[in-house]
């Protein structure tokens, strides 16, 4: 594994990786979306696995993922977190945060743990609690794109917007009375492919280690 005993790496580094990944006979697994090195009997030796802004797309096998590398020695993203009462929103230069903002509703029911939208789409408005919480959603999802307009500028220097949501949530979002700055069809919107926890500085800090760093796992 001459070369490739580092856990992590900058997105930048991912070429020099891969060569020495194919050098070793890494190949693409289009499944799991990284490169594997098995020894003779078919065991695992190494996965290599891309930063998030490098992610595996419809390439067939490790040169023609090469070859369609534009690798940036510095880049920038956002990211947009978005679950029934949490939101967590970032903007990153390279691998430093230079904007953020956690915003939270009391949107979801107590007991039944179903966010309001989800109550009123099985039952219907009912009593104030129901109404408090209506309200406490509209205003959620106008805060977000508050937030949102005012890092506009900075926001059109990305080149990739990464968020997580349900389709529902992610619906109301650009619904909202206050418009999402950016359009639902921007071809920079780009899904987070991992589980998110509850949205706040630490995991847009997690989901950003990911967005610019690739892992060797052994």
């Known amino acids: 594994m001459e070369g490739l005993d580092k ?3 900058l997105w930048y580094e991912i070429d020099e990786y891969l060569h020495k990944a194919q050098q070793q006979g890494a190949v693409l697994d289009k499944e799991k979306k990284c490169f594997v090195k098995k020894n003779d009997e078919g065991e695992v030796v190494f996965n290599l696995i891309p930063p998030l802004i490098h992610k595996i797309q419809g390439e067939q096998n490790l040169e023609e993922y090469r070859s369609n590398l534009q690798i940036e020695e510095e880049i ?10 949490a939101a967590a929103l970032g903007i990153w230069w390279n691998d430093e945060c230079t904007h953020h903002k956690v915003i939270t509703a009391y949107m979801v029911r107590k007991k039944q743990g179903k966010s309001q939208l989800t109550h009123l789409n099985q039952k219907g408005k009912s009593r104030q609690g129901s109404r408090i919480r209506l309200n406490n959603t509209m205003r959620f999802f106008e805060n977000i794109n508050v937030k949102l307009e005012e890092w506009y500028d900075d926001l059109e220097a990305c080149e990739r917007l990464f968020f997580s949501c349900t389709p529902r949530l992610w619906g109301e979002l650009f619904r909202s009375k206050i418009e999402c700055p950016i359009d639902r069809d921007d071809a920079r919107w780009c899904r987070v492919p991992m589980d998110i926890k509850v949205p706040n500085f630490k995991e847009l800090q997690r989901v950003a280690f990911k967005i610019t760093h690739g892992g060797i796992l052994h």
Do not use: D, H
């Open 7 to 9: 856990q992590s790496f």
């Open 76 to 85: 920038s993203f956002a990211i947009v977190l978005v679950q029934a009462g």
